[in-house]
């Protein structure tokens, strides 16, 4: 382990600790609600990462001004571009979590995942 | 030239058996499939109350937490597990990133010949000054197709989970908050009233502008979206659907769509090379340049904003 690298590249590092953070909540709440929200903080530690990627230190974004069309001039703009169809992906998976969520909880009065599957079981399903 | 058969003859072809299989006239596993009548299944009363019973009372005791060692135990092992599992991807991954090149360092192998290639002759195949939306409305049309059509498709999801039946009174009076909604917010309204033309012609310019500058289809229909659900809280849905109901919804992202894809399936009929453009480009910098971006980033905005409001709506009271 590189601990001047790590030190360096400190902010892939924050990426990767907001995913661990993310992932831990997907983990350990029981609330599907707060697992949702999990889930998003790791779509976001995602972008942060991607977009870090794509940074090359003192050059501007890829908008083309007065002429000047070297490489030299601008960032990479291929991560900017995914990034743009991971928060799209995002945004309708998490609304339709968010409605099945509901669904959940209209047929069983509660958001504890637990308590859903106990149910669910003495159902008989 | 064809042959008339006779009616026997007929009988015995295989475009016979297709049209009785669709007809439903005959069974085609009638006298080849073996079969047998089926019997019903039965169970004394009281075999099935013992049953019954039985299961009760294991489901009890397995599901009675409190009492439940085994359960309890199991829960505590897998929070452990799950922090170990947690703590042990995270180091995985900060020794992976110490390992990485320099964050903002341009010797990286991301930055290789597919960025360069983008930068360099980007403006000359796409004719957008902004170099990110000619890649992603012109190199890759067909992903950002996908995308908007994953955005329509979610929306259409969510109406079928949460839509409630406007015949079934009781629960369309729950979920219907109209009657609880403060009737004339006097704050809210005025605020919407200064805000609300500023912000649709701030997304209009976004997603007019988005081939000239920061923005584009996606954060200009999010603008919008954001200026209807703004104008929604402030005067109720009354109003609002006097312009924008679930049909008009409905009947604005299928033209947007199938404006996109008519519009881009046109390299299709030009030798399928996608690069070279056969639509003059025109001067990059004017607005009415670079192709077909223009048309591309309003069907874009358009779907997006109505997606975002249609979410808001559904969420609030389970329709328009």
Same mark, same amino acid.
């Given at each position: 382990?590189?601990?001047?690298?790590?030190?360096?590249?400190?902010?892939?590092?924050?990426?990767?600790?907001?995913?661990?953070?993310?992932?831990?909540?997907?983990?350990?709440?029981?609330? !599907?609600?707060?697992?949702? %929200?999990?889930?998003?903080?790791?779509? /976001? *530690?995602?972008? $942060?990462? #991607?977009?870090?990627?794509? &940074?090359?230190?003192?050059?501007?974004?890829?908008?083309?001004?007065?002429?000047?069309?070297?490489?030299?001039?601008?960032?990479?703009?291929?991560?900017?571009? !995914?990034?743009?169809?991971? %928060?799209?992906?995002?945004?309708?998976? /998490? *609304?339709?979590? $968010?409605? #099945?969520?509901?669904?959940? &909880?209209?047929?069983?009065?509660?958001?504890?995942?637990?308590?859903?599957?106990?149910?669910?079981?003495?159902?008989?399903? | 030239?064809?042959?008339?058969?006779?009616?026997?003859?007929?009988?015995?072809?295989?475009?016979?058996?297709?049209?009785?299989?669709?007809?439903?006239?005959?069974?085609?596993?009638?006298?080849?499939?073996?079969?047998?009548?089926?019997?019903?299944?039965?169970?004394?009363?009281?075999?099935?109350?013992?049953?019954?019973?039985?299961?009760?009372?294991?489901?009890?005791?397995?599901?009675?937490?409190?009492?439940?060692?085994?359960?309890?135990?199991?829960?505590?092992?897998?929070?452990?597990?799950?922090?170990?599992?947690?703590?042990?991807?995270?180091?995985?991954?900060?020794?992976?990133?110490?390992?990485?090149?320099?964050?903002?360092?341009?010797?990286?192998?991301?930055?290789?010949?597919?960025?360069?290639?983008?930068?360099?002759?980007?403006?000359?195949?796409?004719?957008?000054?902004?170099?990110?939306?000619?890649?992603?409305?012109?190199?890759?049309?067909?992903?950002?197709?996908?995308?908007?059509?994953?955005?329509?498709?979610?929306?259409?999801?969510?109406?079928?989970?949460?839509?409630?039946?406007?015949?079934?009174?009781?629960?369309?009076?729950?979920?219907?908050?109209?009657?609880?909604?403060?009737?004339?917010?006097?704050?809210?309204?005025?605020?919407?009233?200064?805000?609300?033309?500023?912000?649709?012609?701030?997304?209009?310019?976004?997603?007019?502008?988005?081939?000239?500058?920061?923005?584009?289809?996606?954060?200009?229909?999010?603008?919008?979206?954001?200026?209807?659900?703004?104008?929604?809280?402030?005067?109720?849905?009354?109003?609002?659907?006097?312009?924008?109901?679930?049909?008009?919804?409905?009947?604005?992202?299928?033209?947007?769509?199938?404006?996109?894809?008519?519009?881009?399936?046109?390299?299709?009929?030009?030798?399928?090379?996608?690069?070279?453009?056969?639509?003059?480009?025109?001067?990059?910098?004017?607005?009415?340049?670079?192709?077909?971006?223009?048309?591309?980033?309003?069907?874009?905005?358009?779907?997006?904003?109505?997606?975002?409001?249609?979410?808001?709506?559904?969420?609030?009271?389970?329709?328009?």
């Amino acid at each position: 382990m590189n601990l001047a690298n790590l030190l360096n590249n400190y902010e892939e590092a924050v990426a990767m600790i907001l995913f661990g953070i993310g992932f831990s909540n997907l983990l350990l709440q029981k609330n !599907l609600i707060k697992k949702i %929200i999990g889930l998003n903080i790791m779509d /976001t *530690a995602t972008y $942060l990462f #991607l977009a870090l990627k794509g &940074y090359i230190a003192g050059r501007k974004a890829p908008i083309v001004v007065d002429g000047v069309r070297s490489v030299e001039a601008y960032i990479n703009p291929i991560p900017s571009g !995914l990034v743009l169809t991971g %928060i799209v992906v995002s945004v309708s998976v /998490t *609304a339709l979590m $968010l409605s #099945l969520t509901i669904r959940l &909880y209209r047929r069983y009065h509660t958001l504890d995942l637990d308590e859903i599957t106990t149910r669910l079981k003495k159902e008989g399903l | 030239m064809s042959k008339k058969l006779s009616e026997e003859q007929y009988r015995k072809t295989r475009s016979f058996q297709l049209k009785q299989w669709l007809d439903g006239t005959k069974d085609p596993f009638l006298d080849t499939v073996e079969m047998k009548p089926q019997e019903e299944f039965r169970e004394d009363r009281t075999v099935i109350r013992e049953r019954s019973e039985e299961k009760k009372r294991l489901l009890e005791k397995v599901y009675d937490l409190e009492h439940n060692a085994e359960m309890r135990i199991f829960q505590r092992i897998y929070r452990i597990f799950s922090v170990i599992f947690c703590v042990s991807l995270v180091l995985m991954l900060l020794i992976a990133v110490s390992n990485l090149p320099t964050v903002g360092a341009f010797e990286r192998p991301v930055n290789n010949e597919v960025a360069k290639r983008y930068i360099e002759d980007g403006l000359d195949e796409t004719g957008a000054v902004n170099i990110v939306t000619g890649m992603i409305l012109d190199y890759r049309a067909f992903d950002t197709l996908g995308e908007s059509h994953v955005l329509f498709i979610a929306t259409c999801t969510v109406l079928i989970l949460l839509r409630i039946d406007k015949k079934n009174s009781k629960d369309y009076m729950e979920a219907n908050d109209r009657t609880h909604e403060p009737k004339n917010d006097i704050i809210l309204q005025t605020v919407a009233r200064i805000l609300v033309p500023p912000i649709f012609i701030f997304g209009i310019y976004v997603i007019l502008c988005g081939h000239l500058g920061p923005g584009g289809g996606f954060s200009g229909g999010a603008v919008i979206g954001a200026g209807l659900i703004l104008y929604l809280n402030a005067f109720g849905f009354a109003k609002t659907e006097r312009f924008f109901t679930e049909k008009i919804y409905k009947r604005m992202s299928f033209c947007a769509l199938a404006c996109y894809a008519l519009a881009k399936s046109y390299s299709f009929y030009t030798g399928a090379n996608h690069i070279e453009s056969i639509i003059p480009l025109g001067t990059p910098g004017a607005i009415l340049s670079s192709g077909l971006i223009l048309i591309l980033n309003i069907c874009v905005g358009v779907v997006v904003a109505g997606t975002m409001y249609t979410f808001y709506a559904i969420f609030r009271k389970g329709g328009y």
